[in-house]
């Protein structure tokens, strides 16, 4: 249970984890999807290619998209390039490596459904059983009345009365489905073979300094927002509680005036005295709050806090009657 809570923690502290575990789920659905979902291929000429084409490319454009809108890489990288520089400018750098990132989660759970499909074969078969040439097998059935094409296009649906008892139709998905399983797996190896090569390759034409710099201020764009955004509804809060009181405070006081005979005055300063640490930071009017989330988009903060890191300490020093010095304390 333990490393349960410590895993979660870590996921929900991590959003580069967090967008990866989203990927991978969008991956295992589309799986999952493609297991379920009941392909009926028209087993016609002219709508066969067309109908594989649309299982094919269709929902690995959904899933891609999908991938886009939950990847938190997106907004950062939209927010990073479409600000006002103001007292901050850009590093195109940043949003390129966040566009990459974000790029490469997005094409997990498109990649995985054309894999899937290739490997499993139906939807090539729909598509190119008008393409193979009926001559390389026997047992074609010649007293259907149908052409060679319409009888070819009628290989996906096993169901169909004229393959009954008939090897035919077997032998040629037997022949499509080789052909489309040597291409997913030519597509799997090219895969793997390109992001090795990559990872190989890639410290001798990048400069490891300037890597671990663009990782780390990507990474600071990522925990700044949710600081910021952490900040606002600790604001947000405190501001929403202050604001009731004050009314319950006006409203008593209104009630106090009226009253002919009070049975008692309630002290208003002897209350909240428990109150929490102020989080408002003197921001305490709407137009200051709409000041505020103004100038945070247009003008970033500048990345130097030596003001804050370096900002002094108070000193007390005890003395005795005489003004000397018994110690201090910071």
Not at 46 to 75: C, E, W
Not at 117 to 143: E, Q, R, Y
């Amino acid at each position: 249970m333990e490393r349960m809570k410590l895993v979660l923690q870590y996921f929900q502290s991590n959003s580069e984890s967090i967008s990866n575990g989203i990927c991978i789920i969008l991956a295992l659905v589309s799986v999952k999807l493609y297991t379920s979902f009941d392909f009926n291929c028209p087993c016609l000429p002219q709508y066969n290619k067309l109908y594989s084409l649309g299982v094919m490319i269709v929902p690995p454009i959904i899933f891609f998209f999908l991938g886009v809108l939950v990847n938190r890489h997106t907004g950062i990288m939209m927010d990073e390039w479409m600000r006002p520089v103001g007292n901050r400018s850009k590093n195109p750098a940043v949003v390129k490596y966040l566009f990459s990132a974000m790029l490469q989660r997005a094409m997990l759970a498109p990649m995985v459904w054309i894999l899937v499909t290739l490997l499993d074969g139906k939807i090539f078969i729909c598509a190119f059983s008008v393409s193979v040439d009926p001559s390389l097998f026997s047992g074609m059935p010649n007293n259907t009345g149908l052409d060679a094409i319409n009888i070819m296009a009628k290989v996906p649906c096993k169901e169909d009365v004229i393959f009954k008892n008939s090897s035919f139709r077997k032998a040629v998905s037997r022949y499509v489905r080789c052909y489309s399983q040597a291409v997913g797996w030519s597509i799997l190896l090219f895969l793997i073979v390109l992001g090795a090569m990559g990872r190989l390759i890639k410290p001798y034409f990048d400069d490891h300094s300037t890597s671990m710099q663009t990782r780390y201020w990507s990474n600071y764009l990522d925990v700044e927002q949710k600081l910021f955004d952490e900040t606002c509804v600790l604001h947000a809060r405190d501001f929403a509680r202050k604001c009731v009181v004050q009314f319950f405070e006006d409203m008593r006081e209104d009630a106090v005036l009226h009253l002919p005979h009070p049975l008692f005055i309630a002290n208003p300063q002897g209350e909240w005295e428990d109150e929490e640490v102020e989080k408002l930071h003197g921001v305490s009017r709407q137009e200051q709050v709409d000041e505020l989330l103004i100038k945070w988009h247009y003008n970033k903060p500048v990345l130097d806090v030596t003001r804050i890191a370096h900002r002094p300490k108070a000193c007390v020093t005890w003395e005795d009657r005489d003004g000397r010095t018994l110690y201090s304390d910071v």
